[in-house]
């Protein structure tokens, strides 16, 4: 490819609406172009990276037996009230009608898809495992859409699903992705950490997320130094027995009722809700905390909460309770909005705590709680996040802290949509069972984004070779000039000829403009052949990343490259 050809229309100054180095870099280098909020064109630049950044995807799933296929984009909703999805995806998801009043969306993810394909196939485990994946367009409409393609509302993701007949071949096909996404962001040339993350709806589910650990991450990181601990701090929470204050009740009259989502006092809070809230917290008007709702199964003092999410009820110090949670103790508004919780100041609690959890103004003295009630194990805890400087779960030494962007998620889904859906096999013996599933995936264009928050200077880009959208640019300092120009063409049919992906800037401009070029877009090497040097019958070679320069005989110029 020569410049004088490439459509990577440059721009000089950063636009003001890109906050992170990925979005502006991307803008000014010709990269991409925003059509709509979060919804990007991906111009040549873009496209290359992007296709690289795939084939190396492609190769490492294909090494695990992985096998292609495209579903589609425009999914019908029946599929998705069979799973219950339909609500539960609330506003995130794109939602259309077509001209018969039938309701489609555009899909968010595809589990309801690929699991509606193998219940009508496969029957037998003679069939299984199967590993199927896609890359294609997602669509989420994100409540803030931001960073460029970091949280787009189109996107491109890989999505994997495995199929097993047993949980040992879950086991083998999630350690399977596991590799597979290791050596793919490894390739990638990226700097990442696999970690454990929140089974968010599927409680207690392993799963791990590959975070790039960059300043700008979305994602905090707790790691330990001292052992092989990482998570992300969704997950990590610091499961601690609150010490009773003086006048606390009697443990056991702390009761857990009945299940409740946190979406379900959202609701009835008419609050909406982000993902990371972790609670609810209801207090009365002594700011005493009377209820809370908390997200996810917790495991306090060996006592399992098995709902998934549940309600618990419980009468603590009501200031470590908000700080627990990292609310503001004496926070007065009726609603206080925090990282973590929804903190509810409101003499009315009473009243939304009964309706929300059935419970009647009786309970809220304990002793007369409701005999015929479930009301289950004494809990009082300490639901805040793990924060740096406590200790580890693992070995006890203070963790640390750090930012990541979440680029992949391998997640053991078990037999949650294959039973939704009814998609069975016969074992061995006859027998029919669910199929076991794994869903595994990359978010594609935020891996590009991703590298470049990780590499970049004030110059530009700093691409990683294994994706960059060429390898190499050959600049001569005046294209005007054929003695350069033939040299350069030489090198250029040579490294072709070599299999290097290079670039051939024969623009008539000045030669500060293609260097400024060469290091905004962030080729990882640059060939500058300059006047001065042709006379020794050399040519420069400049790496972006340090800025090192040798000079080299033209001859050996292509192999050195290589
Ligand atoms: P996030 O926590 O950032 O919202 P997610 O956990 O909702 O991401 P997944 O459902 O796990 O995302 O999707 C798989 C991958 O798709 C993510 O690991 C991420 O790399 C990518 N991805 C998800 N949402 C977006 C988005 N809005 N824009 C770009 N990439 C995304
Ligand atoms: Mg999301
Ligand atoms: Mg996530
Ligand atoms: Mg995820």
Not at 439 to 463: K, L, N, P
Request: some cysteine; glycine content about 6%; aromatic content about 8%.
């Amino acid at each position: 490819m020569r410049t004088s050809k490439l459509y990577a229309p440059t721009l000089r100054q950063t636009p003001a609406e890109a906050e992170v180095p990925s979005h502006q870099l991307m803008l000014r280098a010709g990269f991409i172009r925003k059509v709509a909020g979060g919804v990007y064109t991906y111009l040549p630049l873009a496209w290359r990276t992007l296709r690289k950044i795939e084939q190396i995807i492609r190769e490492e799933m294909d090494a695990k037996d992985g096998q292609e296929l495209a579903l589609p984009i425009l999914q019908p909703a029946e599929l998705w009230k069979e799973t219950g999805r339909w609500e539960v995806f609330g506003e995130e998801m794109f939602r259309l009608v077509d001209r018969h009043n039938r309701e489609f969306c555009l899909g968010p993810t595809h589990e309801e898809i690929i699991t509606d394909l193998v219940r009508n196939e496969v029957r037998s485990y003679k069939q299984l495992p199967l590993l199927l994946y896609q890359i294609q367009n997602k669509y989420r409409d994100e409540i803030r859409p931001r960073f460029g393609l970091m949280r787009g509302r189109e996107f491109i993701m890989k999505d994997g699903y495995s199929f097993d007949k047993d949980d040992a071949g879950l086991d083998k096909s999630y350690n399977d992705m596991y590799d597979a996404y290791t050596r793919i962001f490894n390739r990638c040339g990226l700097t990442f950490r696999p970690v454990e993350a929140d089974g968010g709806a599927i409680g207690n589910a392993t799963t791990h997320e590959f975070t790039v650990l960059a300043e700008t991450g979305e994602s905090d990181i707790v790691y330990c130094e001292n052992c092989d601990y990482a998570a992300n701090s969704e997950k990590s929470e610091l499961k601690t027995i609150i010490p009773p204050a003086e006048e606390e009740l009697p443990l056991e009259k702390v009761y857990t009722p009945h299940t409740k989502t946190i979406e379900a006092v959202a609701e009835y809070l008419n609050t909406p809700i982000e993902k990371n809230i972790k609670a609810v917290i209801f207090q009365n008007e002594k700011d005493q905390v009377i209820c809370a709702f908390v997200r996810g199964d917790h495991e306090v003092n060996d006592v399992k909460l098995q709902n998934v999410t549940g309600a618990i009820t419980l009468k603590m110090a009501e200031e470590s309770a908000i700080r627990a949670i990292g609310g503001v103790p004496g926070f007065m508004s009726p609603i206080g909005l925090s990282k973590d919780a929804i903190v509810v100041v409101d003499p009315t609690v009473m009243e939304m705590h009964n309706a929300v959890c059935g419970a009647n103004e009786e309970d809220h003295h304990y002793k007369n709680a409701n005999p015929k009630r479930d009301f289950g194990d004494v809990i009082v805890a300490d639901i805040r996040l793990i924060q740096a400087g406590d200790p580890c779960p693992h070995c006890g030494q203070p963790v640390k802290m750090t930012h990541g962007i979440e680029v992949g998620q391998v997640f053991k889904l078990g037999t949650k949509y294959s039973k939704a859906l009814g998609a069975t096999f016969l074992d061995e013996n006859g027998k029919e069972k669910p199929l076991i599933m794994g869903c595994y995936g990359i978010g594609v264009s935020r891996t590009m984004a991703a590298a470049i928050e990780q590499f970049h200077d004030e110059h530009g880009i700093i691409w990683p070779a294994a994706i960059a959208p060429f390898e190499v640019v050959i600049v001569p300092i005046s294209a005007k000039d054929a003695a350069q120009m033939e040299v350069a063409e030489k090198l250029y049919a040579q490294m072709k000829q070599a299999g290097i992906d290079v670039l051939l800037d024969d623009r008539k401009e000045r030669a500060g403009v293609k260097f400024k070029d060469a290091d905004l877009i962030g080729y990882p090497v640059r060939i500058t052949v300059s006047p001065k040097l042709l006379d020794a019958q050399q040519v420069e070679i400049k790496v972006r990343k340090n800025g090192e320069t040798i000079n080299v005989n033209i001859d050996e110029c292509s192999a050195k490259v290589k």
